[in-house]
Nanobody, 122 residues
Framework: QVRLVESGGGLVQVGGSLRLSCAAS????????MAWYRQAPGKERELVAT???????RYADSVKGRFTISRDNDKHTMYLQMSSLKPDDTAMYYC????????????????WGQGTQVSVSS
């Protein structure tokens, strides 16, 4: 069974740092594009950053220069290093793999993790 699990969230003060992880498990053969999203209460879900299998990255303007997305294809794991955190960064953070191959099949149906909470206090 393919699973995607986020970890690393928590409570941090303004200006602090956190490192989020997103680990895929199961008989994963390959993963194409992956991304981090976030959603605060009462607000729409927004795209934070994306990364291709070969490492090409894109960032939302609100996090550019503060967040870094990366991945380890051998470990089937994606990371989000967050620094200079602001109260506006408070949200539930979700990872997603847009398409992937497992066992003997490939799918274009996105698979989402359960989310990890990030809270930035002032």
């Amino acid at each position: 069974q393919v699973r995607l699990v986020e970890s690393g969230g928590g409570l941090v003060q303004v200006g602090g740092s956190l490192r989020l992880s997103c680990a895929a498990s199961g008989s994963i053969y390959s993963i194409d594009d992956m991304a981090w999203y976030r959603q605060a209460p009462g607000k729409e879900r927004e795209l934070v950053a994306t990364i291709s299998r070969r490492g090409s990255t894109r960032y939302a303007d609100s996090v550019k220069g503060r967040f870094t997305i990366s991945r380890d294809n051998d470990k089937h794991t994606m990371y989000l290093q967050m620094s200079s955190l602001k109260p506006d960064d408070t949200a539930m953070y979700y990872c997603v793999m847009m398409s992937y191959c497992y066992g003997s099949v490939c799918t274009n149906t996105p698979r989402w993790g359960q989310g990890t909470q990030v809270s930035v206090s002032s």
